[in-house]
């Protein structure tokens, strides 16, 4: 006998993938009229697309088609006819980006491996500020919050940026570009809610003083509704921001700006609760943890040419997290420095070189199932890069070298070369390869930490180790970028990364385990990417990303194995239906994790927009809609209780004046 509920699931389900079927007719429908149809889907031709200019590649201004890298961009109109509502349901735009949702308020953002909550080799930054955290080696994706319209783009790096960006961007490393002050003048309203987005509101002003300084001012707020768990989930999400950014053009070489943001909210959790003195009175507790920070971030540039210019950036940085497991705060002051100049005129030969230096101090609680020693530590960072284009045949083949020297607290003395080729056979294709070494530093959890665990019955102690080295990866990658007609085009790119030193567990008494570096892990793929924009009206986005991941360790230690996803395929398409209608799909699907017993899942986000008028557009979004709920991910480290990722839709208001 089936139940009710399942019944009226089911019918869901089928209403669902009939509405996603007439939306896949309606396409075929418009493809016959293609005559009829003259407004492009974005201000861009794809020719104009694959030109667009990237600066996190090589640290200055190139087109995406040259850039020798495995580099994606989620361009603001991306971001606008997505039907994300955070930064990290964004990211699952990239290929070779695994994204998978731990609760309402926790992700997995994992670049070619090593998924978890705590991704260490990734690299996060916002406007040149990092924003990977050294307490885990990671990114707390639930503090990163700001109106998704001020982003300009995200640049996404799949493969090793050592040499341009430093320790822990091994795997990768993930830019998100903000909009100049200038671009976001007028006020700007949404407002909306939902079944699990349950409200949210974000209010921006951009003005001017006189003719040279533009600046805007936001504010943002939102509330996220429990997940599913058949004991009850409890992990609501609310947060509030405000910020600000300044941009003063001193005259046509002189740039400077100043912004900065507040946040603060509580993030909701089941933790397992385990007291070090007395860890069989382990209980589950209903908690908020509190989060709240803040930056504020200079930044001059001057420029004297056209290829030459200089910039320096300092900010401060305030973080507090106050949670059962663990309790930190941190402040960290930054200051970077690069200059870029021609080397020689006659071959368009130019160099760009620059330092570093960051300062980190934290202050961690006791007596809880995370606890450090020393409690406080400082921690530095310093480095001098340099790097070139070389062409060696000119506009057809040039060779882009570079050289970083890295000094940390925890590993001293660390050389980061970078070699990459970039071959342009013609105008409408390139291929490349690159062969680079980088490092990820030991968090200070990894050296300085401890920590009770509840596995079952059992109490575990999970202890660090000071003699910790950094982990290092050789990456080699190889790529083609092709436009294959106008409407067309296909951007392909494979790699192999060969690392030793990775952290692995050994067990060194009875219920006691410690943290080793003497895995070695070889982690090899591919992935693809096409766009085909069959009509003015109508683009189709696929992607396919494979991934197999070999370790080794010494007997008698473990090593984590099958979090990693083998096979994603994702499938994008907006279509105009009008003028002033839009219709939206996102469909993707997620191999098994078998380390994690988490089956495959198939997901399928729809948005529709109608703009009654210019300055206003209503949304109607509806987010994994093929299931009523369904798990991507585990908690780590932190013992929190997993849960199911629900279907919702939300509504939004977005007023511009």
């Given at each position: 006998m089936i139940a009710k509920s399942d019944t009226k699931t089911a019918h869901s389900v089928r209403g669902y993938l009939l509405l996603f079927l007439s939306y896949l007719f309606a396409s075929t429908v418009f493809a016959n009229q293609k005559a009829l149809l003259k407004e492009d889907i974005t201000d861009l031709p794809l020719e104009e697309l694959m030109n667009t200019k990237i600066t996190t590649v090589s640290r200055k201004s190139e087109s995406l088609k040259n850039a020798p890298a495995a580099v994606f961009v989620i361009s603001q109109e991306d971001i606008r006819r997505s039907s994300a509502n955070s930064i990290p349901e964004l990211l699952r735009m990239a290929p070779g980006l695994s994204v998978a949702r731990i609760d309402a308020n926790k992700w997995s953002v994992t670049s070619r491996g090593y998924s978890g909550r705590f991704a260490d080799d990734l690299l996060v930054m916002i406007d040149g500020r990092t924003v990977y955290s050294p307490l885990f080696a990671g990114t707390f994706w639930e503090t990163l919050d700001l109106p998704l319209e001020d982003i300009d783009r995200i640049e996404v790096i799949r493969g090793p940026s050592g040499t341009i960006w430093g320790a822990n961007a091994a795997n990768g490393a993930i830019h998100i570009i903000t909009k100049r002050a200038r671009d976001t003048q007028?006020?700007?309203?949404?407002?909306?809610?939902?079944?699990?987005?349950?409200?949210?509101?974000?209010v921006r002003h951009g003005g001017k003083i006189g003719e040279n300084l533009h600046f805007r001012l936001y504010s943002k707020?939102?509330?996220?509704?429990?997940?599913?768990?058949?004991?009850?989930?409890?992990?609501?999400?609310?947060?509030?921001?405000?910020?600000?950014?300044?941009?003063?053009?001193?005259?046509?070489?002189?740039?400077?700006?100043?912004?900065?943001?507040?946040?603060?909210?509580?993030?909701?959790?089941?933790?397992?609760?385990?007291?070090?003195?007395?860890?069989?009175?382990?209980?589950?507790?209903?908690?908020?943890?509190?989060?709240?920070?803040?930056?504020?971030?200079?930044?001059?540039?001057?420029?004297?040419?056209?290829?030459?210019?200089?910039?320096?950036?300092?900010?401060?940085?305030?973080?507090?997290?106050?949670?059962?497991?663990?309790?930190?705060?941190?402040?960290?002051?930054?200051?970077?420095?690069?200059?870029?100049?021609?080397?020689?005129?006659?071959?368009?030969?130019?160099?760009?070189?620059?330092?570093?230096?960051?300062?980190?101090?934290?202050?961690?609680?006791?007596?809880?199932?995370?606890?450090?020693?020393?409690?406080?530590?400082?921690?530095?960072?310093?480095?001098?890069?340099?790097?070139?284009?070389?062409?060696?045949?000119?506009?057809?083949?040039?060779?882009?070298?570079?050289?970083?020297?890295?000094?940390?607290?925890?590993?001293?003395?660390?050389?980061?070369?970078?070699?990459?080729?970039?071959?342009?056979?013609d105008s409408n294709q390139s291929i490349w390869a690159s062969a680079t070494r980088s490092i990820r530093l030991p968090s200070r959890f990894e050296h300085d930490g401890n920590q009770i665990m509840k596995d079952g019955a059992e109490f575990i102690r999970r202890v660090s180790n000071p003699h910790l080295t950094s982990e290092t990866l050789w990456g080699f990658e190889t790529g083609y970028k092709r436009k294959i007609t106008s409407d067309l085009s296909v951007d392909i790119a494979g790699f192999f990364n060969d690392y030793s030193h990775s952290t692995s567990e050994l067990e060194i008494a009875p219920a006691t385990i410690q943290i080793t570096d003497q895995r070695h892990t070889q982690i090899y793929g591919f992935e693809v990417f096409g766009?085909?924009?069959?009509?003015?009206?109508?683009?189709?986005?696929?992607?396919?990303?494979?991934?197999?991941?070999?370790?080794?360790?010494?007997?008698?230690?473990?090593?984590?194995?099958?979090?990693?996803?083998?096979?994603?395929?994702?499938?994008?398409?907006?279509?105009?239906?009008?003028?002033?209608?839009?219709?939206?799909?996102?469909?993707?699907?997620?191999?098994?994790?078998?380390?994690?017993?988490?089956?495959?899942?198939?997901?399928?986000?729809?948005?529709?927009?109608?703009?009654?008028?210019?300055?206003?557009?209503?949304?109607?979004?509806?987010?994994?809609?093929?299931?009523?709920?369904?798990?991507?991910?585990?908690?780590?480290?932190?013992?929190?209780?997993?849960?199911?990722?629900?279907?919702?839709?939300?509504?939004?208001?977005?007023?511009?004046?």
């Open positions: 007028g006020t700007l309203i949404t407002s909306g809610g939902g079944s699990e987005e349950r409200g949210f509101a974000t707020g939102f509330t996220r509704d429990n997940s599913f768990s058949p004991s009850g989930a409890n992990d609501s999400w609310r947060m509030g921001t405000v910020g600000f950014r300044a941009d003063w053009d001193i005259n046509s070489n002189n740039t400077v700006t100043f912004q900065g943001q507040y946040y603060g909210g509580k993030a909701g959790q089941n933790t397992i609760f385990i007291n070090p003195q007395e860890p069989e009175t382990a209980t589950t507790r209903i908690e908020d943890a509190n989060l709240s920070g803040g930056h504020a971030l200079l930044r001059w540039q001057r420029t004297t040419g056209i290829n030459s210019n200089y910039a320096l950036q300092a900010y401060y940085d305030r973080t507090r997290r106050d949670e059962l497991s663990f309790q930190e705060s941190r402040q960290t002051v930054d200051v970077d420095f690069q200059h870029r100049f021609p080397l020689t005129t006659l071959f368009r030969q130019d160099i760009v070189w620059g330092g570093g230096y960051r300062w980190t101090t934290d202050h961690l609680g006791i007596n809880l199932p995370i606890f450090f020693d020393p409690t406080r530590r400082d921690l530095q960072t310093g480095n001098v890069f340099a790097q070139s284009d070389i062409p060696l045949v000119v506009d057809r083949l040039k060779l882009t070298a570079g050289l970083k020297y890295l000094d940390n607290t925890y590993a001293h003395g660390n050389f980061l070369p970078n070699a990459r080729l970039l071959w342009t056979p766009e085909w924009r069959a009509l003015s009206r109508l683009r189709f986005m696929p992607s396919y990303s494979h991934l197999q991941v070999k370790n080794r360790v010494p007997a008698g230690q473990e090593a984590e194995s099958g979090e990693d996803p083998k096979h994603q395929f994702t499938f994008r398409s907006q279509l105009d239906l009008a003028h002033n209608v839009e219709v939206d799909a996102f469909f993707r699907y997620i191999d098994k994790l078998p380390g994690l017993e988490i089956a495959s899942y198939k997901a399928l986000d729809l948005r529709m927009a109608w703009k009654p008028i210019s300055n206003v557009e209503l949304s109607l979004i509806g987010q994994n809609l093929l299931q009523s709920h369904h798990q991507e991910f585990s908690p780590e480290l932190i013992q929190t209780m997993p849960v199911q990722i629900q279907r919702g839709i939300f509504g939004k208001v977005t007023w511009r004046f």
